[in-house]
């Protein structure tokens, strides 16, 4: 059976009074998750386990069966996969984002205006040394980058340059640990961080910017330190081959990680106007190749960040269209957490699943949603059931016992 | 409160087209165990964990509360105790099936016309040596048998040789870690394995087979290798007296490692014939004396494994029918595992699962069946959570605490 996993960024949400206490996913109109939630069965998934709220990394590590408390390390080395950086061993990776500061580096927009590329940007960082250390700075999806450093006596115990809050001076990197290593990588990447606003402040791109009144992209702020370290691929756990279809670089990373191979689609772009149906064909083509197709769709995510419900359901609407066209013999669809547009973040809420395809026992749910996914078959689920599952009902694993 | 255990192997199914989309178990008429459900509470029970293909000697394991990743050592002790040979340290124990070969050793059938004794043909290869290990054969239910090594340097980490497909060769057994004394093992086996060819192949009983147009037990091939690790039994856990009717050796096997006495019922075969009634009456009998009884039903796996939905339906409306006769003061039902008649082998799905006795908290669930149960008061369990559940409700449990 080959088998495609669908994983909707930021699916889940909370009821919303403008539309009639229902979630951007129960008040989207949703015909052909529906109809997959009909033939197939349903339930609950949380991701990490209940009450946590997970992370788009240890999100994805778990459900595709990968241990976050075992593996991760940080999202860094995710990204710099994701950027399709070869990353070493010893290299320290970060994520970062171009953002806008005054000049009192109090952050005004922590994504410089949802910029749409940091081509630019990174190319004007890129290669410097600092203290002996290289630093590789690359372009990753939409306003997002990925900082490597390469050098002696690095480490990844560092805090994040990033507040997350606007209003505030953007932080100084710190130690974690006290160590000679760390404080010397901390050091390395506040340098960084400063040089990076002096060399970015006065960028031609920033100036026409300025000049059209959109917030320039003056700082790169890193954060999610790691190092890289291998995980068992699904080839080596299941014998399988796979691949992966997204915009976003993190879950190209999150493919790579997992040994899959990464389908460029034009038009996926990991952003509100990223093609679905060039994905959902991509898919179709790659089904016939491999055993099982990982397809992403970032944008919904997006919007419950951004604390906008309407583009939120309509977005859902966009993926239920290209959906419809999907085709494979044993669907799965879920999120990787919750973005309710209330909270503008990530929250520990599950997310609803669905299992669509020969064999699967239904059990009389007909709407995909946050609450009728509650009475269904699959019961609650973590994320590290999901690929167990769903590899057990498409043949592909082998018995307990005997 | 004396308590009963019912497991009915493999029962859980998929949908069938032929049965309104309905399991065996849903379609079969079953109003005992319906009224079971109705005044008890009901579940499903993943027996090892979710999305795990579940052998049947893990599975018991977990569901009498013995965590198999601990304590599961092959599925060969576990059978040897079953057809009651006193096995000693360093054996090293086999199951084997009685099976239908070619001349070139190309299996024609796993299971020799499903043959209903081994008996005479054990007895044939009973007590040899070679290269100074003495071999012990005895028959099991059915087409099955032991064979248990005894002797010097020898090893558990031997592989099976039975390819478990027909139209291909016997397998030879081979070393799995490349130790001296495994590949001694693998070598005495591979010896047995063609000797045991020669001498049944021209064994009296077989001819007599050939000539009614049945097939031959012309080769007994083992598998499941395992030496024997004691487990805590249910007198040291719990303190109960325990018992076990059960055709099937492997059972019975359990039911030893266990601690239970195992009660012989005349007409418990493991098979399709096998006399439910009988056995529901050593049941009563036992409950009077033991505060513990297990009772397991074979034959509705089998009805799985030949792909046999109709057969299955009946054999669970046999158990129904034995069930109604049941005196229990807190009676468990449930299966090992699921056996999908499209599969012909075991799968990950769940089975239901109900408790009924004095005090339990009824969930409205009038129907046992996959489905039905999906809505039941327990929600999701697993094995390990079975035996927890029953022996606090019976009163064999301590506080966790103060």
Redesign the interface.
């Known amino acids: 059976m080959n088998c495609v996993i669908v994983i909707i960024d930021g699916l889940g949400d909370r009821p919303i009074k403008e539309f009639k206490n229902k979630t951007p996913l129960e008040y989207a109109n949703t015909p052909n998750l529906n109809k997959l939630a009909s033939n197939g069965i349903t339930g609950l998934m949380h991701p990490i386990k209940k009450g946590i709220i997970p992370g788009s990394d240890t999100s994805h590590f778990s459900i595709f069966g990968v241990d976050p408390e075992k593996y991760y390390s940080g999202r860094g080395p995710i990204e710099a996969l994701g950027a399709n950086i070869k990353i070493k061993n010893g290299d320290i990776a970060f994520r970062a984002n171009l953002a806008t500061v005054d000049s009192n580096l109090v952050l005004k927009d922590r994504r410089a205006g949802r910029i749409d590329s940091t081509k630019e940007f990174c190319e004007a960082l890129d290669g410097m040394n600092i203290d002996g250390v290289e630093i590789i700075v690359k372009p990753s999806s939409w306003y997002r980058a990925v900082v490597v450093l390469r050098g002696n006596g690095l480490s990844d115990k560092i805090s994040s340059t990033d507040p997350k809050l606007t209003g505030c001076r953007i932080l100084d990197s710190k130690s974690i640990n006290s160590t000679k290593e760390a404080k010397k990588t901390a050091d390395i990447i506040n340098k960084f961080v400063l040089f990076s606003y002096e060399k970015l402040k006065d960028l031609k791109i920033n100036k026409e910017r300025e000049s059209k009144g959109l917030l320039p992209g003056n700082i790169l702020l890193p954060r999610g330190a790691g190092k890289f370290n291998k995980i068992p691929t699904l080839k080596e756990r299941y014998g399988i081959s796979s691949a992966c279809v997204a915009g976003g670089g993190l879950y190209k990373g999150v493919g790579r990680y997992l040994g899959m191979d990464v389908i460029e689609v034009e038009g996926a772009t990991g952003r509100y106007d990223s093609d679905y149906d060039a994905k959902v064909s991509a898919v179709n083509k790659a089904t016939k190749e491999y055993n099982l197709v990982f397809l992403h769709m970032k944008a919904i995510d997006s919007a419950g960040e951004d604390g906008n419900p309407r583009l939120k359901k309509e977005l859902i609407e966009k993926v239920d269209r290209a959906i419809s066209k999907l085709q494979s013999e044993l669907i799965l669809v879920t999120g990787d957490h919750s973005t309710p547009c209330e909270l503008k973040r990530h929250s520990y809420e599950p997310v609803p699943i669905l299992i669509c395809g020969s064999?699967?026992?239904?059990?009389?749910v007909k709407k995909f949603g946050e609450r009728s996914c509650m009475?269904?078959?699959l019961?609650?689920?973590t994320g590290l059931?999901v690929?167990?599952?769903?590899?057990?009902?498409a043949g592909f694993?082998?018995?307990?016992?005997?």
Not at 359 to 364: C, E, F, L, Q
Not at 387 to 393: N, P, Q, V
């Open positions: 064999g699967i026992r239904t059990d009389g009475q269904g078959g019961g609650h689920i059931d690929m167990s599952i769903l590899m057990s009902h694993s082998s018995l307990y016992g005997s």
